[in-house]
């Protein structure tokens, strides 16, 4: 089968090297990918909801398959987009419609689900301009620490923790009256601080049934010790030792299930990836969040460690055969360590040449995050550069790979964290 798979990021350069190696794959196409993605298929320079050129795209190319690997494209409606033309309804997207996108581009409309279907999650209230005032009065009474979320989308940077009632405030009024994050803040949801360890857990499902994926953790803060600011993420590993069997059955039975039937009962057509932002609180799990998509950078430990045919998964969740597969992961740990430009994530610069990247191997692969090609130099296009991703027998081996690989690869500024997965090392 042909395909398009939208996106440049890591994540892009994960799935496209997974769904180059089924046999199933004819032509892989990327839109606009990076310089890693070029090497499992054809980059197209074309963004990802340009619907249009997209459309035209799909056409001429006799395209089977549209992956959407970020957001972006899914809470724009580009499953709806496809299914309302009559050109291109026989060409599935694997990811929700718009409405089901919701879940990740909307927290208010993701909080009230949860609430429909008793779903464990943080107490919360939202507020606007219109009740603006009634909201300062709401975080001066507060219990510390606050967590404050712009409603929409914020590029993975639209959540503040605050420690004290003034700064609650000042960030309230800085993300609703001065616009803080654009439109993604017009809208603020307050939210109960929950005390815990997090991880994330990937589910692919037909909006009927699902299939539960290799869980991950991923680091979001930019330094050792989770300290310094929030970043898109610095590396990742899979699986989580927390994970076990008992808590997994708990997320099954109290998160996942009531999700997927939630979607089923209001009629929201759901095909794709669901990604559960978890919190283990005391041994019950409570949802952070949802994302419309997969991780990242948990998909560069994720896929790794997934057995199956991705295109074998992805054509179940089409012909509505995907309660008949059985998902099967290595049993190895996986590490990913993130290497970054210097800066990130604030003001960083671009096109320096990146020298040392190994070749792929079966214990190890270097994603390609934020790169171009420059004649015959790859060079970084982005904050999050490369994600180091190595498999071993235990999680310190796979750290301490991915990091000797890390200081080998060479480029202006580089910078990375050593201490991915401490909490289990």
């Known amino acids: 089968m042909n395909i398009l798979l939208l996106g440049s990021g890591g994540r892009e350069h994960a799935l496209a090297r997974k769904m180059s190696q089924s046999p199933q794959c004819g032509q892989l196409f990327i839109a606009p990918g990076n310089a890693g993605t070029s090497q499992c298929g054809t980059n197209v320079d074309m963004g990802v909801s340009e619907f249009e050129k997209i459309r035209a795209f799909c056409l001429e190319n006799a395209i089977d398959l549209v992956v959407p690997g970020s957001e972006e494209a899914l809470v724009n409606g580009i499953y709806d987009f496809f299914a309302a033309d009559a050109a291109l309804q026989h060409i599935p997207v694997m990811g929700p419609s718009q409405e089901g996108a919701r879940l990740e581009g909307s927290k208010a409309f993701a909080k009230l689900f949860m609430q429909r279907h008793q779903i464990p999650t943080a107490a919360y209230r939202e507020f606007n301009a219109g009740n603006f005032e009634e909201g300062v009065a709401y975080l001066q009474q507060h219990s510390l620490p606050i967590v404050l979320k712009a409603d929409g989308l914020a590029a993975g940077k639209g959540v503040v923790i605050t420690s004290s009632h003034d700064e609650a405030v000042a960030e309230f009024e800085q993300m609703i009256r001065a616009a803080k994050f654009g439109d993604a803040s017009k809208t603020v949801v307050i939210e109960q601080f929950l005390t815990g360890i997090e991880l994330s857990v990937f589910v692919l499902t037909d909006g009927h049934t699902y299939k539960i994926l290799p869980e991950a953790k991923d680091y979001k803060r930019i330094g050792e010790g989770d300290k310094g600011l929030n970043t898109g ?81 992805f054509t179940a969740v089409t012909t509505g055969k995907l309660s008949e597969q059985t998902i099967y992961a290595d049993p190895r740990a996986a590490a990913t360590v993130m290497l970054v430009s210097a800066g990130y994530p604030e003001a960083y610069e671009k096109n320096k040449a990146i020298s040392g990247i190994p070749a792929p191997t079966n214990d190890q692969v270097v994603f390609h995050a934020g790169t171009k090609q420059s004649g015959a130099t790859i060079v970084s296009n982005g904050g999050r550069v490369l994600a180091i991703t190595s498999l071993a027998a235990s999680l310190p081996l796979a750290l ?19 201490d991915i997965g401490y909490e289990f090392i």
Request: one cysteine or more; proline letters at 6%.
């Open 400 to 418: 301490a790979h991915s990091v000797q690989t890390a200081e080998q690869i060479s480029f202006e500024g580089k910078t990375y964290r050593r």
């Open 233 to 313: 993420g610095m590396g990742a590993v899979s699986p989580v030792p927390f994970a076990d069997a008992a808590f997994m059955k708990k997320v099954e039975d109290q998160v996942i299930r009531p999700t997927v039937a939630g979607l089923s009962t209001e009629g929201i057509k759901y095909n794709g990836f669901i990604f559960f932002g978890l919190i283990n609180v005391e041994g019950e799990p409570f949802v952070i969040e949802y994302n419309c998509r997969m991780g990242d950078p948990e998909t560069e430990v994720v896929m790794p460690r997934l057995q199956n045919d991705l295109l074998d998964l």
